[in-house]
């Protein structure tokens, strides 16, 4: 791709995109199985709830990302995505049947998990031969995501969780003005031959990254469908829950001022590894120390690691291997193997472990799930040593 000038890069207006669209995931994810938990559905139906709305992030991204890479309309896809996001979420305030939301759930995610991976997109062709300054903007998610968090920890103590969905509701139509504000950006130029992206995908680097993203966000599952319910379990308050899940994004944010010059020294592919060794600890550490708060704190401020480390440093690895015209659906494929399948079949898989086996050996089943993707990154080949640079 070719971009050799930045000065037109529409800061402020990319990161209000990222603002919003992170304090609507403030929102939703710390605090929607605690909504659920109220609505009396069991561990098992809030986990194939949450499933079900990640099912359509397996799919949903790489549809939209092909659409968007043929026909070059990035940004009318998200402004249409965002839209009918609000619009489709909108329908759960008709009933709350398990029926009727996963329902809901699912038409509202084909579109919501189309807007994400094509803005990382659109954020990094106009970042162009300075991409590795995409922290910089995306650190403005992370900044909405606390916000979001932790205000709503003690909104919703003192006036209820059945408000939840209404904020939301707000949230996703602040998203889809911030697509109005921001500019159709120039047409995109490729440097790059174009590679057929089946033989992109035989390249073991390629296969091994996408395995790794999927194992490590597997072992989220028990982490984004169940970390509330856990803490609210062992006694924590409404607003200590908001401040836990806060810790953990600030320290993201610290990660993304730092990270372009990590990239630099220190390479993606090591920085990857270390995203799953830190992250396999944390799980230890939630499982066994969910009672001792300095512990726990310490476990949290490792989301530096498990989602600012991991996810820079695999930006930079998909954006290497997926160049020019394969970049779209480069970036939707991270998202729909990762945080989609991986978001699924870990979220299903710890709904179930929680009901038989409880909290503490689902968060151990999730380290375990970590080891097996750090070994999968490091196993030796030629083509990907050389890579280790990256």
Not at 224 to 230: D, L
Not at 263 to 279: C, D, K, N, P
């Amino acid at each position: 791709m070719n971009q050799k000038t930045n000065s037109n890069t529409p800061y402020f207006r990319l990161s209000a995109f990222y603002l919003f669209y992170f304090a609507s995931v403030g929102a939703f994810v710390p605090y929607w199985s605690l909504y659920l938990q109220d609505l009396s559905f069991s561990p098992a139906k809030i986990g194939e709830l949450l499933a079900i709305s990640m099912v359509a992030k397996i799919f949903a991204p790489y549809i939209w990302g092909w659409i968007a890479d043929h026909f070059g309309q990035r940004l009318f896809i998200i402004r249409l995505a965002t839209f009918l996001a609000a619009l489709s979420f909108a329908a759960i305030f008709y009933q709350q049947s398990f029926i009727w939301l996963g329902f809901v759930l699912a038409i509202y995610s084909f579109f919501w998990h189309a807007a994400l991976p094509q803005f990382e997109a659109l954020t990094i062709h106009h970042l162009g031969e300075q991409r590795k300054r995409y922290s910089r903007i995306r650190l403005w998610g992370s900044i909405g995501f606390i916000l979001s968090v932790v205000t709503l920890g003690p909104v919703f103590e003192r006036h209820g969780i059945h408000w939840l969905p209404a904020i939301i509701i707000v949230f996703l139509i602040m998203i889809w003005l911030a697509t109005l504000w921001l500019n159709q950006s120039p047409e995109f130029s490729y440097d790059h031959p174009h590679i057929p992206i089946l033989k992109t995908l035989r390249q073991w680097p390629v296969i091994s990254l996408l395995l790794a993203c999927l194992l490590m966000q597997a072992s989220h599952g028990a982490y984004y469908g169940f970390f509330s319910i856990y803490l609210e379990e062992h006694g924590y308050s409404g607003g200590q829950i908001g401040w836990l899940w806060a810790l953990g994004v600030i320290a993201e944010i610290i990660v993304f001022l730092l990270i372009h010059r990590w990239l630099e020294s220190v390479g993606a592919i090591r920085l990857f590894q270390l995203a799953l060794l830190i992250t396999s600890i944390r799980w230890v550490l939630i499982s066994q120390f969910v009672d001792n708060l300095p512990m726990l704190l310490f476990a949290q401020t490792m989301h530096a690691a498990s989602y600012g480390l991991f996810h820079a440093s695999a930006i930079e690895l998909v954006n290497h291997y997926f160049p020019g015209r394969l970049q779209g659906r480069g970036q939707a494929l991270y998202s729909s193997v990762g945080f989609g399948l991986g978001n699924v079949l870990g979220t299903l898989g710890s709904g179930y472990a929680w009901t038989l086996w409880g909290g503490s050996v689902t968060y151990l089943f999730a380290a375990f799930i970590c080891i097996i993707g750090l070994l999968v990154m490091v196993i030796p080949n030629k083509q990907k040593t050389k890579l280790t640079s990256v």
